[in-house]
């Protein structure tokens, strides 16, 4: 097939590349050019850099073109705005879902000449075709399946992807990368959001929303604790900035208009630990949500999946009781991917 592969610079695009060469396709590999490098000249060297310069070695050793797409424009119009909207209204954004949803397997698609048949990804998925339906399903590894940030594609987009490592787990992508003997096979995997690099979330926040000082205080018992730069810089369940003796502390909650975050030492308190959400903006990868109650919820990427009920309401909102309460917090704007044994069926924003 004629392929168009992403590549990032990173081990897992770099071998599914190499994959798809001996498999004998038509390829082409595509560096999405998303990064804010103007915005944050300040850091002198764009960090980017090396993604790209890592691109450019794995192509040339397997004898593929690589073309370097800018999208920054489309990049700020859409994931950047929601992402600095959602902090503003205290939520907490997930843009990198939003990215594979909106820029990799959205405006990138557009944007390539249409005899591309597929659009090839490093994630860790498997793709199948069952029943007339594209069905998305976890992998083989619980700790780097990413199924949970693909669970806002539809079947439109899934008809044109491709994911080759959808049977593998890291520890075999790693050893394929040394036998391939791939520039990128000592590489770390990268950490934090998708358009950020090394920045510092925190340097994205204060760029954009400044300092605004206010007030910690103590749930339990309305005592003044300390001062923070602004309820935007924390998200329910966090521990860590909060400059706090004694701890460790949480925050269990928000109050927006009056910039203050409370916190408490007890891991009980609501908002921390708890085992019911609202949930609602769905998207039901097979167009259709689920005709049964019992599911598996993921609040966040990784391998913790719970099993959970899913109770839909007439303003085409849900309630979710998990079998046990999470323990990291649970915070509006998250979203919360929903599972039927392997198969991911989609998702919602957790509204409250």
Known sequence: MKIAMLLSGGVDSS???QLLKEQGHDLTAFYLKIWLQEEFSFLGDCPWEEDLKYCRAVC????????VLPLQTEYWNTIISYTIAEIKAGRTPNPDMFCNNVVKFGVFYDKIDPAYEKVAS?????LSFRDGKYVL????????????????????????????????????VRELARKFNLPTQARRDSQGLCFL???KFSDFIKEHLGVQKGDIIEADSGEKLGEHNGYYYYTIGQRQGLGLSGGPWYVVKKDIPHNRIYVSRRIDMENKYRDSFQTGNFNWISGQKPGKEDLQVKIRHGETISNCRLQFTEDNTARVEMERPDRKGIAPGQIAVFYDGTVCLGGGVILE
């Open 197 to 199: 690099g090394q920045i």
């Open 15 to 17: 071998v599914a590349l």
């Open 60 to 67: 040339e050793q397997a004898g593929v073109p690589l073309q």
């Open 122 to 126: 490093g994630h860790y998925a498997k």
């Open 137 to 172: 399903e976890r992998t083989p590894d619980p700790i780097k399946d990413q199924t949970y940030f693909l669970a806002y594609l539809g079947q439109k987009q899934l008809s044109r992807a491709f994911f080759p490592l959808g049977d593998y787990n890291k520890k075999q």
